[in-house]
């Protein structure tokens, strides 16, 4: 693979005057994330909720980098042939030395493009990686940590796909590599190792080891400053993991996070003080007519009642008319994503509730995917007498208002 000269960002030409609408001037986007079209965590419906701005934008410069998954690739992407001439002679030549690199459509809003790399297949190099990952950068990745040594293959394809593609465009155009979190962090790593011309954003959306630390119960805010990086990654044995995402957000040209209380984790966990903010959020635009986000708001409501009304089928004992829904979504992590904090609000408002003897009811929703042995027989049960009333009373209603009505022309 041929070796190039490094870029920065700020050396791109019209990004200073670029306002944001459409995608300058030979420039390439590559967005790599472990999630896309692989849907593992959070960050795979931040990237889901942004392809169709971002497609719409960039065009076809806009292409996202993810594993291929077998299973996921099966319901969600649409393999094609790629329709630029660079990428066609990419994925041929890398597919030509033993790798499988497939493109395809995703199968969501705005259809972006997508490269898939196959980690599998190039697991025969996975040692020889590794030992080249130790000789160039001092970090070492233990044989039983599997996630690891994913990352491994997947950075060291990426990084071979970044520089295929520089060398195999005729015109050379400007990359853009944009990284999520420490899992695509070794493709940004190896980028900047082997100078590629690729000017890269590395975005941690939270802190590995911060995720580590507040799973611990530890005070994490108030001791933030204090804590020693090295020892307690090593006593977590995340200590590669920790090395990795470093070293990505030391490399990164740009480092962003989405949020400041994220930032403040990255300065004093990662040893670097981001660069920008970028809040995560919804595309929100096809609400942007005010009557029809109130429907479909009313729609949704009624879904929600009409559960409830199975779900305490026998014991529904207060109005829904009265009722607030509370819901909490996020993985399954008891202190990290804030159930704990959420079960002890719910307690003090139970409390203030009865108190005051307020009428209103309070139906709280905890959606986070776990491991699951059965369904609940009873709420099955009080769902489908729920859905058998609803059919009675329509099929009653539909023949006495045809009734009532012949009587009424009489």
């Given amino acids: ?40 965590g959070g960050i795979y419906t931040v990237l889901q909720t942004k392809a169709r701005m971002t497609a719409d934008e960039w065009g076809e410069s806009y292409v996202l980098v993810g594993p291929y998954v077998e299973s996921s690739v099966r319901t969600q992407v649409e393999l094609l042939e790629p329709p630029q001439p660079a990428l066609r002679r990419t994925l041929a030549a890398m597919n030509a030395q033993g790798c499988k690199v497939h493109f395809g459509r995703w199968l969501i809003e705005g259809s972006p493009a997508v490269v898939l790399l196959d980690v599998g297949a190039t697991a025969w190099s996975l040692e020889r990686w590794k ?12 044989w039983y940590d599997r996630e690891a040594n994913d990352a491994v293959l997947f950075g060291f394809l990426v990084a071979w796909f970044l520089g295929e593609f520089a060398a195999q465009s005729e015109e050379p155009p400007f990359i853009v590599g944009h990284f999520h979190e420490w899992l695509a962090g070794l493709g940004l790593v190896l980028s900047r190792a082997r100078r590629l011309p690729v000017a890269t954003i590395f975005t941690t959306h939270a802190t590995l080891l911060g995720r580590y630390l507040c799973a611990g119960s530890v005070d994490f805010y108030n001791n933030l ?12 044995q995340i200590y590669h993991r920790y090395c990795l995402e470093r070293a990505a957000a030391h490399c990164a040209h740009v480092l962003t996070t989405v949020s400041h209380v994220t930032a403040a984790e990255a300065e004093h966990l990662l040893k670097r ?63 990290n994503k804030g159930a704990d904090i959420f079960l002890e609000a719910l307690a003090r408002l139970n409390y203030l509730l009865r108190v005051n003897g307020s009428e209103v009811t309070v139906v709280a929703f905890f959606i986070m995917p776990a491991r699951t042995n059965n ?20 099929a009653v209603k539909e023949k006495f208002g045809k009734k009532l009505y012949e009587s009424l022309l009489v």
Avoid at 21 to 29: F, M, S, W
Avoid at 131 to 142: D, N, R, Y
């Fill in 1 to 40: 693979m041929p070796l190039a000269r490094s870029v920065s960002v700020s050396s791109l030409p019209g990004l200073e005057e670029w306002g944001g609408h459409g995608a300058p001037e030979n420039v390439v986007l590559f967005e790599v994330a472990w999630e896309v079209a692989n849907k593992v």
């Fill in 131 to 142: 030992g080249e990952l130790w000789e160039s950068c001092a970090i070492g990745v233990p």
């Fill in 225 to 236: 400053h204090s804590f020693d990086v090295d020892k307690e990654a090593g006593e977590r």
């Fill in 273 to 335: 003080k981001p660069d920008l903010v970028t809040p995560n959020g919804l595309n929100v635009r096809k609400f942007s007519a005010m009557h029809e986000f109130q429907n479909l708001h009313a729609q949704s409501k009624a879904r929600v009642q009409e559960f409830v009304r199975g779900h305490f089928y026998g014991h529904l004992d207060f109005d829904l008319d009265k009722t607030l829904f509370f819901f909490i979504a996020g993985r399954y992590e008891f202190s």
């Fill in 375 to 394: 369904f609940n027989v009873e709420s099955l049960k009080g769902q489908a007498v729920r859905k058998q009333l609803w059919d009675t009373a329509n």
